[in-house]
């Protein structure tokens, strides 16, 4: 952590989260400059910023962007960016490998912690790359062709990190990605 734990429960909140929060809220197109008295009163988005967020809005948001990232296959399963650095790292690259092609025989399964760790690093600004652990479970779901991953990390925050586990379990079958453990329900 880079800060002793302070007793505070509000932290610094991320800018995705106005956007996600005025979605929600159906008021993103809507001006708000309510006053009374002639005095302006801070909308609740505004002194959501100012109050700070805690710990469980944070790793909610956290959970549904590390969804949408792992959930999505990245340009390089279907073109090769051999030589194009710049892509292989940019946003048009978006997503962990596709790994419905392979089975749970297959070497390939090998790397998918590799790809874990690597779409993290590169699409997760969040997360304290020295921090971050991707371990694979030993056991496998043979019948439905899923494997465990535990992954650990901090989670950058104002004043202080905030430690996070979450499980993701592989479908092999499907190439989809099921994050557990991370956001309270």
Same mark, same amino acid.
């Given at each position: 952590?880079?800060?002793?734990?302070?007793?505070?429960?509000?932290?610094?909140?991320?800018?995705?989260?106005?956007?996600?929060?005025?979605?929600?809220?159906?008021?993103?197109?809507?001006?708000?400059?309510?006053?009374?008295?002639?005095?302006?009163?801070?909308?609740?988005?505004?002194?959501?910023?100012?109050?700070?967020?805690?710990?469980?809005?944070?790793?909610?948001?956290?959970?549904?962007?590390?969804?949408?990232?792992?959930?999505?296959?990245?340009?390089?399963?279907?073109? /090769?960016?051999? !030589?194009? +650095?710049?892509?292989?790292?940019?946003?048009? *690259?978006?997503? =962990?490998?596709?790994?419905?092609? @392979?089975?749970? /025989?297959?070497? !390939?399964? +090998?790397?998918?912690?590799?790809?874990?760790? *690597?779409?993290? =690093?590169?699409?997760?600004?969040? @997360?304290?790359?020295?921090?971050?652990?991707?371990?694979?479970?030993?056991?496998?779901?043979?019948?439905?062709?899923?494997?465990?991953?535990?992954?650990?990390?901090?989670?950058?925050?104002?004043?202080?990190?905030?430690?996070?586990?979450?499980?993701?379990?592989?479908?092999?079958?499907?190439?989809?990605?099921?994050?557990?453990?991370?956001?309270?329900?």
């Amino acid at each position: 952590m880079r800060k002793k734990k302070e007793k505070t429960d509000q932290f610094q909140i991320p800018l995705m989260h106005a956007f996600r929060d005025a979605f929600d809220a159906g008021d993103a197109k809507k001006k708000i400059d309510e006053r009374v008295g002639g005095e302006k009163v801070l909308s609740g988005r505004g002194s959501l910023k100012r109050r700070g967020a805690n710990e469980a809005i944070l790793k909610r948001d956290l959970s549904i962007d590390l969804s949408s990232l792992v959930n999505t296959i990245d340009l390089d399963s279907i073109e /090769d960016l051999s !030589g194009l +650095d710049y892509v292989k790292k940019s946003v048009l *690259n978006f997503g =962990l490998y596709d790994v419905a092609h @392979l089975t749970s /025989d297959e070497r !390939g399964t +090998d790397n998918i912690a590799a790809d874990l760790i *690597n779409a993290l =690093l590169q699409h997760e600004p969040r @997360l304290n790359s020295e921090t971050l652990s991707v371990e694979r479970s030993k056991v496998f779901d043979e019948t439905n062709q899923k494997m465990r991953y535990q992954i650990s990390a901090e989670m950058l925050s104002k004043p202080l990190d905030i430690p996070i586990e979450f499980v993701a379990e592989v479908d092999v079958g499907s190439g989809k990605v099921q994050l557990s453990k991370l956001a309270p329900s």
